[in-house]
C-alpha cells in the first residue's frame, strides 16, 4: 500500500469477504485512497493482519467478525459500523464461494451454500445497509462474474447466483438511484485467489487449475483498481458495469 491519499477522505467503506483475494486487495485500495475501511469476514486472523497492514500505512480499519449468511451477523456488521463512524458510503458485497460442478453431479449443499452466500447474503446485506447509504447518497458495489453475463458449462449453479446478483442489482439501481444511490457491478474473468481452493468435484478443481495454469490471470489487485475507479468518479457518474476479462480469456 502506498501512502494515503485524499480521494475518498470522509467516506466510509464495508467490504464483505475481506479476509482474501479481491476484498482484501479492495480493502487496501479504499483505505490507500482515504476511505475508513471496515472489513468483515469469518476468519477474524486474517481481518487482524489486514487491519495492522493498513494501519501500518496509515490507514484506518474497523474488523468485523461476521459470516454474512446470518442475519444477526448482518445486523451486527451494519450496526457496529454505523455505531463506530457515525455514517456509511460505500458496500462492497464480496464475499462469494464458486463451487463448480456439472449439473448432473452436483451436490445440493454445493448450490445451498452458494445460492445463501452469494446471492441472498448479498440481497440480506444490502437490505441491511440501505438506510444508511440512501442518508449517505452512496455507493453499493456488488461483485458478480463474467458467469454473470455468460453462462458456461459445468458452472450452472455459480453462474444461477452471479445472474442473480446481475438481476438483482440492476432492479436495485432502478429504485434507489432518485435517491443518488449508485450501483455498480462488477464482473471478473479468472483472478488468481483461494476462490477455486473449496470446490469439491475433483474434475472440475483441476480443470479450473489447468485454465489458470494455461494463462497470465487477473490478481486480486487489477478488480480493486476496477471498483476504486467505480467509487471515485464525481457524484453524477454512476458506473453501472465493469467486465473485466485477463486478456488470455476468451468465454
Ligand atoms: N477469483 C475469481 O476468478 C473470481 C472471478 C469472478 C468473480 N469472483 C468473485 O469475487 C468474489 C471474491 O472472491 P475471491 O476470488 O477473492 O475469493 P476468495 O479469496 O476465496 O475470497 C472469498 C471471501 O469471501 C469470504 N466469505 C466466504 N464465506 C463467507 C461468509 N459466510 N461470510 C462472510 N464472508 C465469507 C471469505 O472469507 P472467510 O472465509 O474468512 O469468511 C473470503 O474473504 C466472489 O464473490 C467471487 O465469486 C471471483
Redesign the pocket.
Known sequence: MTAVSSALAGKVALV??????????TAVALAAAGAKVAI????AD??EALAARIEKAGGTALRIA?????ND?VTAMVDKVVAEWGRLDILV??????LLSPAAEAVLDDWRRMV???LL?LMGVTKAALPHLRAAKGHIVN?????GRVANPGASG?AAT?FGVVGFSESLRREVYSDKVRVTV?????????????ITNPAAKTGLDQRLAAME??A?ED?AAAILYAVSQPAHVNVNEIVIRPTDQER
Request: glycine residues 10%.
Open positions: 464483505t469477504g475481506a479476509s482474501s483475494g479481491i476484498g482484501e486487495a468483515a469476514a469469518r476468519r486474517r481481518l461476521a459470516d454474512v449468511t446470518s451477523d458485497n464480496n464475499a462469494g464461494v464458486m445463501e452466500l452469494n447474503a461483485v458478480s462474474s463474467v458467469a455459480y452471479k462488477i464482473e471478473p474473468g479468472l483472478v488468481r485467489t483461494e476462490l477455486g481452493d473449496h490471470a487477473l486480486a478488480i
